[in-house]
Structures are given as structure tokens and as C-alpha cells.
């Protein structure tokens, strides 16, 4: 690629930074985990759309250092080969001029940008760089710069990230920000928390449509050589509208016409590294059971309504527990945390958080306990899984009852959802 090209791209790419400099951003967690100061490179990982570049555009902004920036999800550099990259850097000098920091955006997406990035760590340069392939950034971060990188995940936003936008203080609960608190909570449960779509200026379903169409174009079909696309596209609309949902890969085969289940398994790898879902694994000591007892769950509740060819219906105890599960992903960050979920011979429990072997909670949910059958079979769920990973630290989450409930020796926290989102973690 010319380097005359190059330049004309980045000196745009220049202009579209700045336009951000006069806009209000909020502070993220996630920031805080950005350390500019390390020697190692600072990868932040996410599903497409969940602010990456803008987080680390605030964090650098709020350090005050110069930094150079290109983003190479940008559809002229689609040309750029790794032998581009020298001219690329040369750019960012004469663009920039000298620099310190340097911010590399979607750089997964050249060939060869691992030993670039690791001859700018021997040259003492801070790199932060933005990806949404989990698998590629990982693989090719263990092969070429194993103990030079620091991972950080980031999701959309949480529900402290949305009272933040929205203005509402869920700190101090006065009538007024109750009410408030209560409005941003029905708007986030039912849109969930892509920072896009927070204005009201986008259409959810076209926004989110194109988003996944994006995700499976650019991080699947394109970098895998998929050829069955409309089959990883029946796969993919399929686990959205069933999610959550437990991985029967059998039944899957069946449902989408897939004859392989090497092929299966490759593509539902390929949904968990870009984001579109999430897994998580059966509690048990035995990794093969593990390994085929999955559950998934959206990475957002937008994606499990707001597209087309969504037909999960209004099962508001799937929406509640996918952003319990969400919120827990979010929590175990920088943490050696892992969650699964129990599932017993009478009873399950929807999620057991563990450090190493130690159980530290475990989280029931479920939308409203007023029923009686309904309360009875929760209460059994708590318990079920706090006897098995002998944990005492118990909590039953709903949409909006609160109470202390005392049963055979354990004491379960019954939270309503929105008093729980904006707690300490």
C-alpha cells in the first residue's frame, strides 16, 4: 500500500479523535485496569460497538500524555500487509511527531502485527491496543508476546455505566432519584447497554441487525473462510433466541443441517470468541462434564430481542438472569474468578462463583417469588447449590422483592435486581 495513501487515511483517522475531545465521556471501571505506566501492552477485548476505543481514549486523555493513534478497522487499510507496517509507524511520526504512547486500534486485523507490537515494547513505547477476537489476540499474544500483555474485557455498558449517562444517582435514594432509578432501570433491562443505542437516535433492531451481521462477516466469515455462512447464521439466530440455554450439540446438528460436529463445535468457538455469546460450564470436578455441559447466554440482552429474526418471546426471567450473568462477567474482572452453574438431580442453581476451588456465593434468579410453587422451587435451587460447593453466601435476585429467608440452616438475600446492579461488587 502507498505510504502516501497510508498518510491520508491516518490524518483523517487524526481528525476524527479530536472530534472527540470536546465531548463528555463517563468514566468506565474498566479504565482503572488500563495501566500506563507498564512496560507490558495493554490489550482491551470486547464485542464490536461496546466503547474499547472510546475507553481508552478517555483514559489516555485523562493521563495527559501524547499519544499516536490508528485504527485499522477502517476499510482503506484493508489492503495493508505486515511489510505496511514500518510505513504505518513512519506516519504516525511525521502525523504525531515524537510519542510515547500509541494506540492501536482493531490491529488483529494484519497479519504479522504481534512482532510489530513486540519490537515497539523493546523500543520502550506504551501500547494499547482495542480487539474483538478473544481467540486471535490471546493465540497470537501467547505465541509472540507471552508475559508482555495485559488483558482487559470489556462488555456494553453496565447499569451503573447507564445511571452514569443518564444522570441518575443510585447512591443516594431520595423519592425523586427512586424514580429516576426505576425509569433507567426498565429502559436498560429492556435495551440493554450498547453505548450507541443510549440516545434514542439509532433504531435498535436495524442498529443491532447490522452489528451481528458485522460481527459474522468481519470476525468469522472473513477471518475463518467460512463457507456456510447461511448455516452459521441459522446457528447463530437459533442460540439468541434460545438463550440461556444448555449446548446440546446433537440436537443443534439436527436443527441447523450441520453433518460435522467438528464443524459445529467450530463455529459455536467462533460465536464465544467474538462476543456473541458467552458459555459457561457445569459445576463439577470432572472437566469432561464440564466440557459438555455448556450453557450460553447473550453478551447483551439487546441481542436477544432487538434484531431480525428474533422469536425469543417475553420470558422476562431469561432477560433478568442474562443480566445477572452479564453483571457477574463484568465483576470478575482482574480477579482469577470462575462461574459456573449447579445442576443437581431435584434442583439447579443458576450461578456459582469459585476462586480456585473455594466457592465465594452462589446467585438464584428468578423475575417474582410471590407464587408459592415458584418461591419453594428457588428456595430449593439455593440451597441445592449451597450444600454442594458448602458455601453460605447466598443470594436469590428478582425484579423487585427484598427480604432475609431463613431455611434448613441457611440464610438466603433475597435483592431486587436494581439494588443489586448498583452495589459494590
Known amino acids: 500500500m502507498k505510504i502516501s495513501d497510508i498518510e491520508k487515511v491516518l490524518l483523517e483517522q487524526q481528525d476524527e479523535l479530536e472530534a472527540l475531545e470536546g465531548e463528555v465521556l463517563i468514566h468506565r471501571p474498566e479504565e482503572d485496569l488500563i495501566n500506563r505506566k507498564s512496560k507490558l501492552a495493554q490489550v482491551v477485548i470486547g464485542v464490536r460497538r461496546s466503547g474499547k476505543s472510546t475507553l481508552c481514549f478517555n483514559a489516555l486523555r485523562k493521563a495527559g500524555v501524547h499519544y499516536a493513534y490508528a485504527n485499522f478497522d477502517d476499510e482503506r487499510l484493508e489492503e495493508l500487509e505486515t511489510k505496511d507496517l514500518d510505513n504505518v509507524l513512519q506516519t504516525l511520526y511525521k502525523i504525531y511527531g515524537k510519542f510515547e504512547y500509541l494506540f492501536l486500534d482493531e490491529i488483529q486485523n494484519i497479519d504479522g502485527w504481534p512482532l510489530f507490537v513486540n519490537r515497539l515494547l523493546r523500543q520502550r513505547i506504551h501500547i494499547i491496543i482495542t480487539g474483538s477476537n478473544a481467540k486471535l ?3 497470537e499474544l501467547a505465541t509472540h508476546l507471552t508475559g508482555r500483555h495485559h488483558k482487559i474485557e470489556l462488555f456494553p455498558f453496565s447499569f451503573k455505566d447507564w445511571c452514569s449517562i443518564k444522570e441518575v444517582d443510585y447512591t443516594r ?9 426505576s425509569k433507567a432501570y426498565e429502559e436498560y433491562f429492556r435495551q440493554g447497554g450498547f453505548p450507541e443505542l443510549i440516545s434514542g437516535d439509532e433504531n435498535p433492531k436495524e442498529y ?14 472473513k477471518r475463518y473462510k467460512i463457507r456456510n455462512v447461511d448455516a452459521l447464521k441459522r446457528l447463530t439466530h437459533h442460540i439468541l433466541n434460545e438463550t440461556p440455554t444448555l449446548i446440546v450439540k446433537e440436537t443443534l446438528q439436527k436443527i441447523i443441517g450441520i453433518k460435522s460436529e467438528r464443524t459445529l463445535g467450530n463455529y459455536l468457538m467462533y460465536l464465544n470468541q467474538t462476543y456473541l455469546i458467552s458459555t459457561i460450564s457445569k459445576y463439577s470436578s470432572k472437566s469432561r462434564e ?21 422469536f425469543c ?11 445477572v450473568y452479564l453483571e457477574l462477567l463484568r465483576r470478575k474482572a482482574g480477579s482469577e474468578n470462575d462461574i459456573y452453574y449447579y445442576q443437581g438431580r431435584s434442583a439447579e442453581t443458576d450461578f456459582v462463583v469459585c476462586d480456585g476451588n473455594k466457592t465465594l456465593a452462589v446467585y438464584q434468579v428468578s423475575y417474582d417469588i410471590s407464587n408459592a410453587k415458584t418461591r419453594k422451587r428457588e428456595i430449593k435451587g439455593c440451597i441445592a447449590g449451597a450444600k454442594a460447593t458448602k458455601c453460605d453466601k447466598i443470594f436469590l435476585i428478582t425484579d423487585h422483592e427484598s427480604e432475609v429467608i431463613e431455611e434448613d440452616g ?9 439494588e443489586w446492579l448498583t452495589r459494590e461488587a
Do not use: C, H
Open 137 to 139: 489476540l490471546s493465540t
Open 173 to 181: 435514594l431520595t423519592t425523586k432519584n427512586k424514580g429516576l432509578l
Open 208 to 221: 443491532i441487525s447490522t452489528l451481528i451481521d458485522n460481527i459474522i462477516s468481519q470476525d468469522i466469515k
Open 290 to 310: 464440564r466440557a459438555r455441559n455448556e450453557k450460553s447466554y447473550a453478551i447483551d440482552v439487546a441481542f436477544m430481542d432487538k434484531r431480525e429474526n428474533a
Open 313 to 323: 418471546g417475553e420470558n422476562l426471567g431469561w432477560r433478568l438472569e442474562t443480566l
Open 410 to 418: 441457611y440464610t438466603i438475600q433475597v435483592i431486587p435486581i436494581w
